[in-house]
């Protein structure tokens, strides 16, 4: 799966993951995947886990305003 169908960068510079359908093609994927998919698909699980992390340990404040920003940044948006 393409990353940009995963992640969106944010105008701050950062990167998150976005729930919807590419984030439920990696589950199948991280079941089911043949072996020549298995790198890109553990480094596209491992992208997720670590924004889950980042985003949980925010304080609800800023977790809140990031959550908006990432809902409403377009797929695909390019930051400078």
Do not use: C, F, N
């Amino acid at each position: 799966m393409p990353p940009s169908k995963l992640i969106r960068r944010l105008a701050d510079g950062t990167a998150w993951p976005v729930p919807g359908e590419a984030m439920s093609d990696l589950g199948w994927d991280l079941r089911y995947a043949s072996d020549e998919r298995v790198l890109a698909i553990r480094l596209s699980a491992a992208a997720v886990v670590s924004a889950y992390q980042a985003l949980v340990a925010l304080p609800q404040r800023e977790r809140d305003a990031k959550i908006k920003m990432i809902r409403a940044t377009p797929p695909g948006l390019k930051t400078p």
